[in-house]
């Protein structure tokens, strides 16, 4: 699963980025002028493009999906991701695959080796070429919690991630933004393995372990440690 990622945007500069590919998303009535979170995770809220009557927008809502016949806001911790192999069969997904689908972007996202169970260690993930990850995604709005809510998509991890974590977003290039966005029918193919960018994951500080700790610092490479003064023997 993810259950933490990376969200540094200026919205301006994300509108200009999708409509070089052909996604003229509106921006959402009070939209802030950007996010910056470092350390994004389950009930944050993050900037999201969604999809619906009126077209693309890009929004804010709120990660954890509820769907709208929830009577219980707790529910929406346990959907934050959504299996592709599945995603078209589960009662809370499959009705939201036709017209409620969303990409949500990041900087890059986080994972932790849990091979060793006593000292598992973070890693920050963002694409190798440092574009702009555009995940896949569901969204609706929750009467309940009184905001729209969305869950990331995931699949199985390739050969540069799958030694840290076996699950990871579904990573869209932005040219295959516009198919996720503006397609009738969802181009389930873009869920393929086949289809993920290139990542390039490094180890980072436990301080990202804490909710608490959003700064730009998280995602700085974990330096050696210092092997202490010489010894002459």
């Known amino acids: 699963m993810c259950g933490r990622f990376v969200g540094n945007f200026a919205v301006d500069d994300l509108l200009a980025e999708l409509a070089e590919v052909g996604v003229n998303a509106s921006p959402a009535e009070g939209l802030p002028a950007g996010v910056s979170n470092f350390n994004t995770a389950p009930t944050h809220d993050c900037l999201i493009v969604t999809t619906g009557d009126t077209g693309p927008v890009l929004q804010v809502a709120r990660w954890g999906l509820l769907p709208p016949w929830s009577k219980d806001p707790a529910a929406a911790s346990k959907m934050i991701n959504a299996r592709s192999e599945t995603v078209t069969e589960k009662p809370s997904f499959r009705n939201l695959v036709t017209s409620h689908r969303a990409m949500i972007p ?21 694409r190798a070429d440092g574009r702009t990850m555009w995940a896949a995604g569901l969204w609706v709005h929750s009467p309940l919690l009184g905001c729209d809510t969305f869950t990331l998509i995931t699949r199985e991890s390739l050969a540069d991630l799958a030694s840290i974590h076996h699950r990871s977003p579904v990573q869209l290039d932005a040219v295959d933004c516009a198919h996720w966005a503006l397609d009738d029918v969802a181009p389930l193919g873009l869920l393929a393995l086949d289809t993920q960018p290139l990542l390039a994951p490094y180890e980072v500080d436990k301080a990202v372990n804490s909710v608490r700790n959003t700064g730009p610092g998280l995602i700085e490479p974990k330096s050696a440690p210092d092997p202490g003064p010489d010894t002459l023997f």
């Open 106 to 126: 990041m900087t890059g996202f986080y994972e932790w080796d849990r091979s060793d169970a006593r000292n598992k260690r973070p890693f920050f993930v963002p």
